[in-house]
């Protein structure tokens, strides 16, 4: 049975950083896109950045880009999003989900999602 938990949200001052970590289980990070979403209230949840191992690297929303790193430890099948410089507007619940195939920005194209974790930034 596949299942992604999030964890590391926190509050944290503008300026700081936070590290999230998704752990996945039921299936190998390697043969999925994995995805980090994000929603504030009133908001449409929207992509943070994506991996894929074939091909490999990840894309990042351009408003994170420089400040947000995706990473994975495939021994602990764990996936993890860096977040440096953190600002009021990176407020939201975070979430990892999983896919097949290609990264997409399209958050109804993904089959599995975590419960979220809670990142707040104050200014």
């Known amino acids: 049975q596949v299942h992604l938990v999030e964890s590391g949200g926190d509050l944290v001052q503008s300026g700081g950083s936070l590290r999230l970590s998704c752990a996945a289980s039921?299936?190998?990070?390697?043969?999925?896109?994995i995805g980090w979403f994000r929603q504030a209230p009133g908001e449409e949840r929207e992509g943070v950045g994506c991996?894929?191992?074939?091909?490999?690297?990840?894309i990042y929303l351009a408003s994170v880009k420089g400040r947000f790193t995706i990473s994975k430890d495939n021994a602990k099948n764990t996936l993890y999003l860096q977040m440096n410089s953190l600002k009021p507007e990176d407020t939201a619940v975070y979430y990892c989900?999983?896919?097949?195939?290609?990264?997409?920005?399209?958050?109804?194209?993904?089959?599995?999602w975590g419960q979220g974790t809670q990142v707040t930034v104050s200014s």
């Open positions: 991996i894929r191992s074939s091909p490999g690297g990840a």
């Open positions: 989900a999983a896919k097949p195939g290609y990264c997409s920005n399209d958050y109804t194209r993904y089959n599995y």
């Open positions: 039921g299936f190998t990070l390697d043969d999925y896109a």
